[in-house]
C-alpha cells in the first residue's frame, strides 16, 4: 500500500501569499491534517479518482468527471482521497469571480459557503485543465491571462447544464435582494483597491473613493454581494498573506504582523484567532511538525493544494 502523503504549502509558489493572483494546479492532491483557508474561490475539477472535503457546516466527495466552485475564505479540509487521484483547478481571487456571468443567487450563496457540483463535463475540460495549468505557470504574461480568461468561459457555462448547490453553514441564504446589473462592476472596483492596496492602512472611505461611490453604497453593495463587510474582506486579504509568511523558517510573528497590513500584534493575534481557531504562534508551530509532501506526480511538479 502506498503510504499516506500529508499536505505542505508551497510557500514559493505563492497561491496564499498572493491571493490577488490565479494560481493553478494539476496534481495528485495529499490529504491536509487541518483545515485552511485562503481568499480566493476554489475550482476543483476530478480528472480521475475522488476527494472529500469537510466544508464549514457540510460534507462533499467529488467524483470523476466532476467540476465544482467553492469559496475559499472559509476553512475546509481535504480529508481524504482516492490512491489514484489526480484532480485539477485553480484559485480564482474575487476581481475575477465577480466578473463572471454567473446567476447572481449563485455568486451569492457560494460567498456564504454553498459548494457548487456540475457533472456537466467532457474530455475536453481534462485537455483544457491541463493547458491552463501548463500557460499559468508558463512564465509568458500572454498566455497566463488566456488562461484566466479560457477558464473564465468555461465557469460561465454552468448556467446552461445541471448543476446542484450543497448547503453550506445554517446562516446560508440569499443576500441578493435590492442588487442590479450595476453591482457587480462596482465589486470589481473595490476588489482591484483592496488586492493593491491591502496591506497599507486603508479604510472603507478610501476603498469608495477609489471606486468612485459614496462609503455607505460601497459597503452595502459589497456586503449583499459577498456576505461580507469591507473590513472582513481585508482582513481575511491579509490573513491569507500572513498564513504564508508564517509556513517559512524565519517567519517572526511580530513582523509578519506588520507586513500583512496589522496594525498591531493585538489586532493580528485576535483575527488570526477567529478564523483558525489557534494563535499564529501555534499555528506556525504545527505547520512545521507536518510531514514534508512529494514534488512530483506522474513527472509534474505538484502545485498548491486545496
Given at each position: 500500500?502506498?503510504?499516506?502523503?500529508y499536505y505542505e504549502p508551497d510557500v514559493k509558489n505563492g497561491v496564499e501569499r498572493l491571493p490577488t493572483v490565479l494560481s493553478m494546479f494539476h496534481a495528485s492532491p495529499p490529504v491536509m491534517l487541518?483545515?485552511?483557508?485562503?481568499?480566493?474561490?476554489?475550482?476543483?475539477?476530478?480528472?480521475?479518482?475522488?476527494?472529500?472535503?469537510?466544508?464549514?457546516?457540510?460534507?462533499?466527495?467529488?467524483?470523476?468527471?466532476?467540476?465544482?466552485?467553492?469559496?475559499?475564505?472559509?476553512?475546509?479540509?481535504?480529508?481524504?482521497?482516492?490512491?489514484?487521484?489526480?484532480?485539477?483547478?485553480?484559485?480564482?481571487?474575487?476581481?475575477?469571480?465577480?466578473?463572471?456571468?454567473?446567476?447572481?443567487?449563485?455568486?451569492?450563496?457560494?460567498?456564504?459557503?454553498?459548494?457548487?457540483?456540475?457533472?456537466?463535463?467532457?474530455?475536453?475540460?481534462?485537455?483544457?485543465?491541463?493547458?491552463?495549468?501548463?500557460?499559468?505557470?508558463?512564465?509568458?504574461?500572454?498566455k497566463a491571462g488566456i488562461a484566466v480568461d479560457e477558464l473564465l468561459l468555461r465557469i460561465e457555462r454552468v448556467r446552461f447544464d445541471a448543476y446542484k448547490l450543497l448547503p453550506g453553514p445554517a446562516?446560508?441564504?440569499?443576500?441578493?435582494?435590492?442588487?442590479?446589473?450595476?453591482?457587480?462592476?462596482?465589486?470589481?472596483?473595490?476588489?482591484?483597491?483592496?488586492?493593491?492596496?491591502?496591506?497599507?492602512?486603508?479604510?472603507?472611505?478610501?476603498?469608495?473613493?477609489?471606486?468612485?461611490?459614496?462609503?455607505?453604497?460601497?459597503?452595502?453593495?459589497?456586503?449583499?454581494?459577498?456576505?461580507?463587510?469591507?473590513?472582513?474582506?481585508?482582513?481575511?486579504?491579509?490573513?491569507?498573506?500572513?498564513?504564508?509568511?508564517?509556513?517559512?523558517?524565519?517567519?517572526?510573528?511580530?513582523?509578519?504582523?506588520?507586513?500583512?497590513?496589522?496594525?498591531?500584534?493585538?489586532?493580528?493575534?485576535?483575527?488570526?484567532?477567529?478564523?483558525?481557531?489557534?494563535?499564529?504562534?501555534?499555528?506556525?508551530?504545527?505547520?512545521?511538525?507536518?510531514?514534508?509532501?512529494?514534488?512530483?506526480?506522474?513527472?509534474?511538479?505538484?502545485?498548491?493544494?486545496?
Amino acid at each position: 500500500m502506498t503510504e499516506r502523503v500529508y499536505y505542505e504549502p508551497d510557500v514559493k509558489n505563492g497561491v496564499e501569499r498572493l491571493p490577488t493572483v490565479l494560481s493553478m494546479f494539476h496534481a495528485s492532491p495529499p490529504v491536509m491534517l487541518a483545515p485552511h483557508w485562503h481568499a480566493q474561490v476554489e475550482v476543483n475539477y476530478i480528472v480521475r479518482g475522488w476527494v472529500h472535503y469537510r466544508m464549514s457546516g457540510h460534507e462533499v466527495r467529488f467524483n470523476e468527471g466532476d467540476m465544482a466552485l467553492f469559496w475559499g475564505g472559509l476553512p475546509h479540509q481535504l480529508d481524504d482521497a482516492a490512491e489514484d487521484v489526480v484532480y485539477a483547478g485553480g484559485h480564482l481571487p474575487l476581481v475575477h469571480f465577480f466578473r463572471l456571468r454567473l446567476p447572481q443567487d449563485v455568486q451569492s450563496k457560494l460567498m456564504q459557503g454553498a459548494t457548487l457540483i456540475s457533472q456537466a463535463t467532457d474530455a475536453s475540460d481534462t485537455f483544457n485543465f491541463a493547458r491552463w495549468n501548463d500557460y499559468a505557470r508558463s512564465g509568458d504574461p500572454m498566455k497566463a491571462g488566456i488562461a484566466v480568461d479560457e477558464l473564465l468561459l468555461r465557469i460561465e457555462r454552468v448556467r446552461f447544464d445541471a448543476y446542484k448547490l450543497l448547503p453550506g453553514p445554517a446562516n446560508v441564504v440569499s443576500v441578493v435582494d435590492g442588487l442590479d446589473h450595476h453591482s457587480s462592476p462596482i465589486v470589481v472596483r473595490i476588489c482591484d483597491f483592496i488586492a493593491d492596496n491591502f496591506r497599507e492602512e486603508i479604510d472603507s472611505a478610501d476603498i469608495a473613493q477609489a471606486a468612485d461611490i459614496h462609503p455607505k453604497y460601497a459597503m452595502n453593495v459589497f456586503k449583499k454581494s459577498t456576505g461580507m463587510t469591507l473590513n472582513d474582506y481585508v482582513n481575511l486579504m491579509r490573513l491569507s498573506y500572513a498564513q504564508a509568511l508564517l509556513m517559512q523558517e524565519e517567519a517572526n510573528v511580530l513582523q509578519v504582523a506588520m507586513d500583512s497590513g496589522f496594525g498591531s500584534l493585538s489586532a493580528f493575534n485576535k483575527s488570526f484567532r477567529k478564523i483558525a481557531g489557534m494563535s499564529p504562534t501555534d499555528f506556525r508551530r504545527d505547520v512545521r511538525r507536518r510531514p514534508p509532501a512529494p514534488v512530483t506526480v506522474n513527472g509534474r511538479t505538484n502545485g498548491p493544494m486545496n
